[in-house]
């Protein structure tokens, strides 16, 4: 299954952005779904996971700010992004996990999508 993500792009602060990321399976398939970023010379973070049982994850700078869902009809996950912040400026991959469980390192995680990039203005 391959992944592809979309949406991002350049908004000012306090505006919002929906990332997608589309398969090209089901996504049944995939125990766990997940949003990472990077910014040059750090490692990917977490940002957001979601379980085939509707589990969640979000990294602490970015709650209540963003959700993750899953629509397994579409086969497509999404991160929607509101009240962005200059420090969300990264590149955004989504990621999917095989096995049970909801890891939050990058290296657990089996298929990667592209990246994209979000650019946050202040």
């Known amino acids: 299954v391959q992944l592809q993500a979309s949406g991002g792009g350049l908004v000012q602060a306090g505006g919002s952005l929906r990332l997608s990321c589309a398969a090209s399976?089901?996504?049944?398939?995939?125990?766990?779904m997940g949003w990472f970023r990077q910014t040059p010379g750090k490692e990917r973070e977490l940002v957001a996971s979601?379980?085939?049982?509707?589990?969640?994850y979000y990294v602490d700078s970015v709650k209540g700010r963003f959700t993750i869902s899953r629509d397994n009809a579409k086969n497509t996950v999404y991160l929607q992004m509101n009240s962005l912040k200059a420090e969300d400026t990264a590149v955004y991959y989504c990621?999917?996990?095989?096995?049970?469980?909801?890891?939050?390192?990058?290296?657990?995680?089996?298929?990667w999508g592209q990246g994209t990039l979000v650019t946050v203005s202040s």
């Open positions: 990621a999917a996990k095989l096995a049970y469980g909801l890891p939050r390192h990058w290296e657990d995680y089996d298929s």
């Open positions: 399976g089901s996504i049944f398939s995939f125990n766990a």
């Open positions: 979601i379980s085939s049982g509707y589990i969640y």
